[in-house]
Each structure stands twice: as C-alpha cells, then as structure tokens.
C-alpha cells in the first residue's frame, strides 16, 4: 500500500558531502515521523536523525554535526545531507517512517530497501 524508495547514494570522496531522498507512494496515506538509519557492514542498524510531522528534528548524538534531516510534506520526501564525508561513513542509509492508512488508526512502520554510500579514496 505504501513504498518508500531512497535515492542519492553512491562512491564519494572522504571530506565530500552527498543528499539522500526517499520518497513515499501509495494511496490514502498519512505519514507522521520519518527518520534514516544506517547500518555498516558487519554492525548493528542504527539510528542517523528523526523528524517529526511538524518538522522537529533529532540526531543521534554521534551525528550531530555534519547530518542534517529535513522533509517535504507535500511531496512526501524526506531528505538526508552528510557532510564531511568519513570512511567510517561507509554503510546502507535506510528510510524509515510511521505512516497511517486508512486501514487502521495506529501508524505502521515501513521501510526503505537502503542506498549504499561508500566514502573511499
């Protein structure tokens, strides 16, 4: 019923920066926070930054500083910006969001299928 789809990732330069998207589709929904995880090889799935439907925003305290989350409610997008791009940076960047359709009154999480960001010289 609901799909989200990232977008942006690829091989960059240490010191580089990049902007994730990730975009929701389907019919009749409401979408309430949306956040990004990362998850690099051989490590747990952790969370990047969240934002709220109002557009409050949180980061994960190792993320504070060269992460930035902002969402397009009327496009249904929210974004991801990384700067000063680190090999430890190196990981799937997933989209996450609650989301309410019009089966239920309690949100869902969905789940994007992750962009690779690789960060080698």
């Known amino acids: 019923q609901v799909q989200l789809v990232e977008s942006g990732g690829g091989l960059v330069q240490p010191g580089g920066s990049l902007r994730l998207s990730c975009a929701a589709s389907?019919?009749?929904?409401?979408?309430?926070?949306m956040a990004w995880y990362r998850q690099a090889p051989g490590k747990e799935r952790e969370l990047v930054a969240v934002i709220t439907s109002g557009g409050n925003t949180n980061y994960a305290d190792s993320m504070k500083g060269r992460f930035t989350i902002w969402r397009d409610n009327p496009r249904s997008t929210v974004y991801l910006r990384i700067n000063s791009l680190k090999p430890e940076d190196t990981a799937v960047y997933y989209c996450n969001a609650n989301i309410f359709t019009s089966a239920t009154m309690m949100p869902r999480t969905y789940w994007g299928q992750g962009t690779q960001v690789t960060v080698s010289s």
């Open positions: 389907g019919t009749a929904f409401r979408i309430s926070n």
